[in-house]
């Protein structure tokens, strides 16, 4: 990519108020703790190295020469050296990674080894722990990329902004893992509707994360309640979030960013589960649908799914007053027909290239604001469609409700209710 | 529906009956044919089993030729030569590129064998077994998959090479006949049909238009199968359409080595990547579809948008790999069973583990028995 491209997107974001950078000198960076010059190796550390952790290590190493790897952390020691196997076989990334038995740590307090050891945390555990884990890095002093959601529930969603906030004082780093933002096809049909008023003024956004079912890990005869819970995150709303967090959140952090980063007033939603009803698949609902009502008079029709044999569909169609744009498809159809035909890097090394080079040049991203908002777009959905009443943000986003159990230990938890709508008390 | 009766009755049958399919023993009064011992090859269609999908295949001759381009082609590069003669024996192949409709019977594959999973049945004994074919991963972001078109006469991309040998070799065993990739040899041999020229129509670059898919009219995205003109031997797309995976390694040198007109030579992989990929596509410029125009796969490109560690071992994650598809080839003589799964299986140390590790940790693909009594067990879990 170059420069001058990198320019535009950062003007772009600087005028849409996605977030301002800051010019904080590198001077201020080292008060954090961390590395600021140019050539020095940054050392990284992993929160939660399964799959996405250990590719999302990659990706920084492919952003950066000058990243190294030296800690991996996971709830399951298996996992942490599944992920050390996996980086090692990897011949470009030989003698990047210094991860030794000292440094790889397991146990639901394997990231504060990590986050003590390291400049640089990803935060790619189940989203259920993210606000903790962010919370103690900006405490020491740590940059960080954040995989998407930020939370589970409104008080996780509110300690994420409180320490984004503290970020910010500290002249920290917090990069999003909602990679659309860093997608350069996105960014460019971003630009055309919201800079370029392509298709007039939006009137709503037809959103959709339609798709097919995902992994399970099975069960063992050893595996503890909780074990089986963690390890199957996605089917717990305490872990995962519902997959209205945890996948179809990328679709309303478009519907979000389309809306300037505001927040809706009131929202209303249907959802419940059809294929995925037997007790292996938890308390998460297979399909939402969700209405949003913006305080300027637009909407947000929105809906996931996650069922199998039935028609896939992702995409934002934004309807405007003079065309149609739709996003992941790069094209504008109306007044102003267009489409995007420029480069396509990796948007998961593009994200960590803009981390890195934020610590490098000391001017920190700070993410926050967006990927707080969003997690809680996708939080209100739920909780309309598990109430199956119409919701305001503001007594969604004052929820005190807390999902998950007391403490964090190997024992027989109790296997979360499905909500059931009309039923399901709103908290 | 004759073809549906004939893979019908040769379901369960020997071997030998089974290479019945597409020969006969009387010269056909019209139509392509090539002659062997056995008697008269001809094309043949038949329904994948188990569906009203069918799948075409065309005879191809055996003998000689000579792989790669003369220094002299416009366009050329130096991995084409020198130009080496080479033998071939006489094989089918496919008439198109595999399409959507005929993938997405194999990337079903995984719900039945999870439902199969969830009800202890049909378990398998070895899971490296001859028997056993991996399903692949259910697809994450569709919108990415189908970004460049995804109706069923569309050529399916975005798979890798091993995702596309498991294909053949679920094919194989559902069907009881053999079933693989081309080599890169006999793939160029079926491009050229018999020329040698640029392309299969000759040398002017004007008329690639009538023939193939490429960067100046697919208009950016996945064009139908079978809808530019064939070449002599009937086989559509093989230049530009999608790229098509081939089972060699890819060595920028590799033609150097051919020595003594070797038969059905393959430059079998030792390493994860780079293998060959033939025939340009659909966002290729004209002289990346010429019938000797290589190129080479880079696995960590090639999946460069995949969110996870160890990357899909079946599926593609970038703009590249949404122009890459396959079509499989059928030999005149079968290898016996053990040979085959060196046309099907893993080859690679790091393609296995991989594929271990997204089935058995991340819960990612799945593995399961296929035999001709398939298609039964997935319909009656629909009951």
């Known amino acids: ?427 | 529906m004759k073809s549906f009766v004939l893979s019908g009755i040769i379901a369960g049958l020997p071997l030998c009956i089974h290479a019945e399919l597409g020969i006969q023993k009387e010269r056909p009064a019209d139509g392509r044919c090539v002659q062997v011992e056995q008697g008269y090859m001809v094309a043949y269609c038949a329904l994948i089993p188990g569906s009203e999908i069918e799948y075409e295949m065309v005879p191809c001759p055996g003998g000689s030729y000579f792989l790669g381009s003369p220094e002299s082609e416009p366009g050329r590069k130096s991995d084409e030569g020198p130009q080496a003669e080479v033998r071939v024996a006489p094989f089918w192949i496919g008439k198109y590129e595999i399409t959507w409709k005929q993938f997405w019977l194999y990337t079903e594959l995984i719900l039945a064998f999870e439902q199969f999973e969830d009800k202890g049945i049909r378990k398998i004994e070895n899971k490296y077994g001859a028997d056993v074919v991996t399903a692949a991963s259910k697809i994450y972001d569709t919108s990415f998959t189908y970004k460049k078109g995804k109706e069923p006469q569309h050529p399916a991309v975005t798979m890798s090479q091993y995702g596309a040998k498991q294909y053949t070799k679920w094919l194989s065993l559902l069907t009881r006949r053999f079933y693989r990739l081309p080599s890169e040899v006999e793939w160029e041999h079926a491009c050229r049909a018999g020329t040698k020229t640029a392309c299969s129509f000759g040398n002017d670059p004007k008329k690639l238009g009538e023939y193939a898919w490429f960067a100046e009219n697919s208009d950016g995205r996945l064009q139908k199968v079978g809808t530019k003109k064939p070449n002599a031997w009937g086989l559509h797309d093989m230049h530009g359409g999608v790229a098509e995976w081939v089972l060699d390694h890819y060595r920028k040198d590799r033609y150097s080595k051919l020595k003594d007109r070797p038969l059905n030579p393959i430059a079998w992989p030792d390493e994860l990547y780079p293998r060959v990929i033939r025939g340009g596509s659909w966002k290729d410029p004209a002289e990346a579809t010429r019938s000797a125009a290589r190129y080479p796969s880079n696995d960590d490109k090639l999946k460069a948008n995949d969110p996870n560690s160890p990357m899909s071992p079946w599926w593609l994650a970038s703009n590249r790999g949404l122009a890459i598809g396959f079509r499989f080839v059928r030999p005149i003589e079968a290898p016996d069973g053990a040979e085959r799964l060196k046309y099907w299986d893993a080859d690679v140390d790091e393609i296995r583990e991989d594929v271990d590790q997204r089935i058995e940790e991340e819960g990612k693909g799945k593995r399961g028995r296929v035999d001709p009594s398939l298609p039964q067990a997935i319909k009656a879990l629909e009951k």
């Not at chain 1, 020469?65 to 030296?70: N, Q």
């Not at chain 1, 440094?103 to 989203?127: M, N, R």
């Not at chain 1, 649908?289 to 947000?300: C, I, P, Q, S, T």
């Not at chain 1, 040049?361 to 009443?389: F, K, Q, V, W």
């Open chain 1, 1 to 427: 990519m170059s420069n001058e491209k990198e320019t535009t997107r950062r003007d772009f974001m600087k005028k849409t108020g996605v977030t301002a950078v800051s010019t904080a000198l590198a001077a201020d960076l080292m008060s954090g703790g961390a590395h600021a010059a140019g050539n020095d190796t940054l050392r990284i550390g992993v929160v939660g190295s399964g799959g996405r952790g250990t590719k999302a290590a990659m990706d920084a190493m492919e952003a950066d020469p000058g990243v190294v790897v030296t800690a991996l952390g996971d709830t399951f020691e298996d996992r942490a050296r599944g992920s050390l196997k996996g980086l090692n076989r990897k011949k470009q990334y030989k003698g990047r990674i210094k991860v030794t038995d000292e440094t790889l740590f397991s146990g639901f307090d394997a990231y504060k080894k990590v986050i003590d050891s390291v400049d640089v945390v990803l935060l790619t555990t189940p989203p259920h722990f993210r606000p903790e884990h962010l919370a103690y890095a900006v405490d020491k002093g740590k940059h960080c990329f954040v995989e998407k959601p930020v939370a589970v529930d409104a008080p996780g969603v509110r300690s994420v902004i409180e320490t984004c906030k503290k970020a910010k004082e500290k002249n920290l780093s917090v990069v999003s893992g909602l990679c659309w933002r860093y997608d350069l096809g996105v960014n460019a049909t971003m630009q055309q509707v919201l800079e370029e008023k392509a298709i007039g003024e939006i009137v709503a956004v037809q959103s959709s994360y339609n798709a097919g079912t995902l992994w399970h890990r099975g069960d063992k005869p050893d595996w503890s309640r909780m074990e089986y819970q963690v390890r199957n995150w996605l089917y717990y709303t305490w872990l995962s979030g519902d997959h209205i967090a945890e996948q179809a959140i990328h679709s309303l952090d478009k519907c979000a960013w389309l809306m300037g980063d505001t927040h809706p007033i009131s929202a209303t939603g249907i959802g419940g589960r059809q294929q995925r009803t037997g007790a292996k698949w938890g308390n998460i609902f297979d399909h939402h649908v969700v209405f949003f009502e913006y305080a300027d008079g637009k909407k947000v029709y929105f809906t996931c799914r996650q069922q199998n044999g039935t028609t896939n569909h992702v995409d934002e169609t934004v309807l405007g007053t003079e065309g149609q744009a739709r996003i992941l498809r790069h094209r504008i159809q109306g007044k102003n027909t267009w489409r995007y035909s420029g480069p396509k890097p990796s948007m998961y090394v593009q994200e960590h290239k803009a981390l890195f080079k934020s610590i490098r040049d000391g001017e920190p991203i700070n993410n926050g604001h967006y990927m707080a908002n969003s997690t809680m777009l996708a939080i209100m959905g739920r909780m309309c469609t598990y109430t199956g009443r119409t919701l305001k943000w503001e007594q969604c986003f004052n929820s005190k409700e807390k999902l998950g159990p007391e403490k964090y230990a190997w024992e027989d938890v109790p296997e979360p209710k499905v909500a059931m709508p009309g039923r399901t008390k709103f908290s």
